[in-house]
């Protein structure tokens, strides 16, 4: 009993498949929703996303204090944590530091090990370097905090164009001895 991280670019069906995951559960569904409503077009995705759960799904919004929302989660249940890129983001626009953003995360990806669920964030580390501090330091925790949720996770998945491809554990590659 764990979870599924699902990782993947923007539009790339990990939020679809976090749902057909949670459906096939059979269980009560929580969603732990990170976003905020800054602007126009995030009020009207946020609606959106609202719209296409099912009726009968429990949502927490978790902006900032994910822990605590992950914790009021009944052991029974299955949790959609979506996303941990905004989670990310918010943090530090909040002006925490990627140290405290990473230890948090540790924290929580060690208690998500325990439940059933799927966690759903963006892969940011496949592009160029970013040209600011701000940007860099976002690509940097976020890519960290992903690990940490891929360590704990039962499996962890990349979505591209609605596409799954499994994730191999890295230390399964050291197990390869050459000919």
């Avoid at 943090?91 to 325990?114: F, K, N």
């Avoid at 960290?144 to 979505?159: D, G, H, I, K, Y």
């Avoid at 609605?162 to 191999?168: C, I, S, T």
């Amino acid at each position: 009993m764990a979870y599924t991280l699902l990782l993947g670019g923007a539009r790339s069906g990990k939020s679809a498949m976090a749902q057909r995951l949670a459906l096939a559960s059979a269980l009560p569904v929580v969603v732990v929703a990170t976003a905020e409503a800054g602007d126009a077009e995030m009020v009207e995705r946020i609606r959106r996303h609202r719209e296409e759960r099912p009726r009968g799904w429990r949502t927490l919004e978790a902006p900032l204090e994910l822990g605590e929302a992950i914790a009021s989660v009944s052991r029974d249940s299955f949790f959609v944590l979506d996303c941990l890129t905004l989670w990310v983001s918010n943090l530090l626009g909040a002006g925490r530091s990627a140290e405290s953003i990473i230890a948090s995360a540790s924290a929580i990806a060690a208690d998500l090990a325990t439940r059933r669920g799927v966690v759903v964030t963006n892969e940011v580390g496949l592009g160029i370097v970013p040209a600011n501090e701000l940007a860099r330091a976002f690509r940097d925790a976020l890519g960290t905090v992903n690990a940490r949720f891929a360590a704990a996770a039962e499996r962890s998945v990349l979505m591209v164009a609605g596409r799954a491809l499994m994730l191999e554990d890295a230390a399964a590659l050291l197990q390869i001895a050459p000919d």
